[in-house]
């Protein structure tokens, strides 16, 4: 929605496609790394996370890829649906830092039916 | 179980005055975080509170203060707002003390400043 800026980096798929939202980012000393989707009204929803030791991490229809060398974070949806129409975040933390997240811009992720 | 609930979802200000917002947090959950998100600066973390304590802190000027209370509701206070003030102020919580960054966000509190 218009809360989450008009100048988003937005990509646009067909229904049933596989979606890949990519993300740099800045601190190598982060331990962990996030994504959240927030749609239209709402506030961000946790997707899933990976921890730096890590460089890849499934859960259901998403994979988060992580690469360390180039601090590049990806998230795949696979068949992707209506309902994944939203902003999504990439966030960093560190272990030790409680939860002070750092967030990416977003990408607004658009989908064709 | 209830969500994170924040309270009040939209308000208007001017000026000069100042502002309280309240967030009640998960049930059990001891950690609420504070975030600002505006169309220019995107989402970036006010504050943390853990069982009273300010935890964290973000790079914001002392105008923006908040507190946890012993059932670990939370409130921010803005004082003196300014026009860049307004924004969607968004709560968190978080159950575990592992510091994942796994929060879990209310709907936010829409501020506009004029």
């Known amino acids: 929605g218009e809360s989450v800026g008009l100048h988003l980096p937005t990509l646009s798929v067909q229904e049933g496609d596989n979606s890949i939202i990519n993300c740099a980012y800045s601190?190598?000393?982060?331990?962990?790394f996030i994504w959240y989707k927030q749609e239209s009204g709402k506030g961000p929803q946790f997707i899933i996370d990976i921890r730096s030791n890590m460089d890849k991490r499934q859960g259901q229809r998403v994979t988060v890829l992580l690469n360390k060398t180039v601090k590049h974070l990806s998230l795949q949806i696979a068949a992707t649906q209506p309902g994944d129409s939203a902003v999504y975040f990439c966030a960093e933390n560190r272990n030790n830092a409680g939860n002070m997240l750092t967030f990416g811009g977003g990408t607004r992720l658009m989908v064709k039916p | 179980k209830a969500g994170v609930t924040q309270t009040p979802r939209y308000l208007i200000k001017t000026r000069g005055q100042q502002v309280t917002l309240s967030c009640s947090p998960i049930?059990?959950?001891?950690?609420v975080s504070w975030y600002q998100q505006t169309p220019g600066q995107g989402l970036q973390f006010l504050f943390e509170y853990f069982s009273e304590t300010q935890r964290n802190k973000g790079n914001f000027p002392g105008r923006f203060s908040g507190r946890q209370f012993s059932n670990s509701r939370s409130e921010m206070n803005v004082s003196t707002l300014e026009l860049g003030d307004s924004a969607l102020y968004l709560c968190?919580?978080?159950?575990?003390?592992?510091?994942?960054?796994?929060?879990?966000f209310g709907e936010g509190s829409r501020l506009t400043v004029l």
């Open positions: 049930s059990g959950h001891r950690s």
């Open positions: 968190a919580s978080s159950l575990v003390e592992s510091n994942t960054g796994e929060l879990f």
């Open positions: 601190n190598s000393a982060s331990d962990y």
